[in-house]
């Protein structure tokens, strides 16, 4: 195939639509050819992978945004410059974290069109939703995009998304707010009525996301998000996930390790020298990693601590919110 072509597809996640290859000079037979040679796979109605490898099995550090993106463009491609993504497709173009790993590709159509694309591809009809452009494709507003998709993600991936969107600056707290409203009455949102009210701009990733709502559900919410630590002189010393206050100088901080970024030997080191600087500082500090989060461990690590502080949620004054170490 040509090189211009091939850079085409790797732009789009490996992807190509039909008239993308007759506009570079390839012609349907070749196409077919290529299908038949094992050197092309079709994976919808006028859209064929470069890559041959399923997408489960590709590595890499963004093979999860890969494949969203992936899902989202599929239904782009087949049904062209008409089509916009929406739900959780729209989510991944804008950038949103939090989607879950595999999620249903779907675009919408303002008129008529096929409906057929191929298997488990969603072709929508929504006459009343704001687009706009992301990196070249069109996609639902973030507002509608949440509308769409919330009350079809569980509650921890709904907070997540929500978490993300307003951390990224895509909508804010009234936004979000009226975007809820608008949900309402769609089938499953009455399960994550909630988690739009704990929506937070703080909240810096998804597990971040997920195990501050486990907290919350069992009644011991965080404090504090991302609570900045400093020395006696005012120098940055960390900033830790999530905190609770324990009264007078002392607190308890939970971080939580992601597989990829601690795993380099750098990384390791600061980790180490940071956590050093924290424990010295009077903090008692709890490490879980992304399993112990998506299995529901932190508030089982953290309330009996809690408990034994004689903690109380509410607490903290707006100006305890950063730790300063006391001088030597």
Same mark, same amino acid.
């Given at each position: 195939?040509?090189?211009?072509?091939?850079?085409?597809?790797?732009?789009?996640?490996?992807?190509?639509?039909?008239?993308?290859?007759?506009?570079?000079?390839?012609?349907?037979?070749?196409?077919?050819?290529?299908?038949?040679?094992?050197?092309?796979?079709?994976?919808?109605?006028?859209?064929?992978?470069?890559?041959?490898?399923?997408?489960?099995?590709?590595?890499?550090?963004?093979?999860?945004?890969?494949?969203?993106?992936?899902?989202?463009?599929?239904?782009?491609?087949?049904?062209?410059?008409?089509?916009?993504?929406?739900?959780?497709?729209?989510?991944?173009?804008?950038?949103?974290?939090?989607?879950?790993?595999?999620?249903?590709?779907?675009?919408?159509?303002?008129?008529?069109?096929?409906?057929?694309?191929?298997?488990?591809?969603?072709?929508?009809?929504?006459?009343?939703?704001?687009?706009?452009?992301?990196?070249?494709?069109?996609?639902?507003?973030?507002?509608? @995009? &949440? *509308?769409?998709?919330?009350?079809? /993600?569980? $509650?921890?991936? %709904?907070?997540? +998304?929500?978490?993300? !969107? #307003?951390? =990224?600056?895509?909508?804010?707290?009234?936004?979000?707010?009226?975007?809820?409203?608008?949900?309402?009455?769609?089938?499953?949102?009455?399960?994550?009525?909630?988690?739009?009210?704990?929506?937070?701009?703080?909240?810096?990733?998804?597990?971040?996301?997920?195990?501050?709502?486990?907290?919350?559900?069992?009644?011991?919410?965080?404090?504090?998000?991302?609570?900045?630590?400093?020395?006696?002189?005012?120098?940055?010393?960390?900033?830790?996930?999530?905190?609770?206050?324990?009264?007078?100088?002392?607190?308890?901080?939970?971080?939580?390790?992601?597989?990829?970024?601690?795993?380099?030997?750098?990384?390791?080191?600061?980790?180490?020298?940071?956590?050093? @600087? &924290? *424990?010295?500082?009077?903090?008692? /500090?709890? $490490?879980?990693? %992304?399993?112990? +989060?998506?299995?529901? !461990? #932190?508030? =089982?690590?953290?309330?009996?601590?809690?408990?034994?502080?004689?903690?109380?949620?509410?607490?903290?004054?707006?100006?305890?919110?950063?730790?300063?170490?006391?001088?030597?």
């Amino acid at each position: 195939m040509p090189p211009d072509l091939l850079a085409l597809a790797a732009r789009q996640e490996g992807l190509l639509a039909f008239a993308q290859f007759t506009e570079h000079g390839v012609d349907g037979a070749r196409v077919a050819r290529l299908v038949a040679q094992s050197r092309l796979l079709k994976v919808a109605r006028g859209v064929y992978d470069t890559v041959l490898v399923p997408p489960r099995e590709r590595g890499g550090p963004d093979a999860f945004d890969h494949r969203r993106r992936r899902s989202a463009l599929t239904p782009l491609l087949a049904l062209g410059p008409k089509a916009f993504a929406v739900g959780m497709c729209a989510l991944a173009l804008h950038g949103v974290e939090g989607l879950p790993a595999e999620i249903p590709p779907e675009a919408a159509v303002s008129d008529a069109g096929p409906r057929r694309l191929g298997p488990g591809i969603v072709v929508r009809r929504y006459r009343d939703c704001s687009t706009v452009v992301v990196g070249g494709w069109r996609a639902a507003c973030v507002a509608d @995009a &949440l *509308v769409q998709s919330v009350s079809d /993600l569980g $509650r921890r991936r %709904a907070l997540a +998304v929500l978490d993300s !969107a #307003l951390h =990224r600056g895509l909508i804010d707290a009234a936004g979000v707010a009226a975007a809820h409203e608008r949900a309402r009455g769609r089938r499953g949102v009455e399960r994550t009525h909630d988690v739009w009210a704990l929506a937070d701009s703080r909240a810096e990733s998804t597990l971040e996301s997920a195990g501050r709502l486990s907290c919350i559900d069992v009644g011991v919410p965080p404090d504090v998000l991302q609570l900045e630590v400093v020395d006696a002189a005012g120098r940055f010393v960390a900033r830790c996930d999530l905190a609770w206050w324990l009264g007078a100088d002392r607190w308890l901080v939970a971080e939580i390790d992601g597989a990829d970024p601690h795993s380099r030997p750098e990384a390791l080191l600061h980790d180490r020298t940071r956590q050093n @600087a &924290l *424990v010295t500082g009077g903090i008692q /500090l709890v $490490r879980v990693t %992304a399993a112990d +989060v998506w299995r529901g !461990a #932190l508030p =089982r690590l953290v309330e009996p601590i809690l408990r034994r502080a004689v903690w109380e949620p509410g607490r903290l004054a707006p100006d305890q919110a950063v730790l300063r170490f006391p001088s030597d």
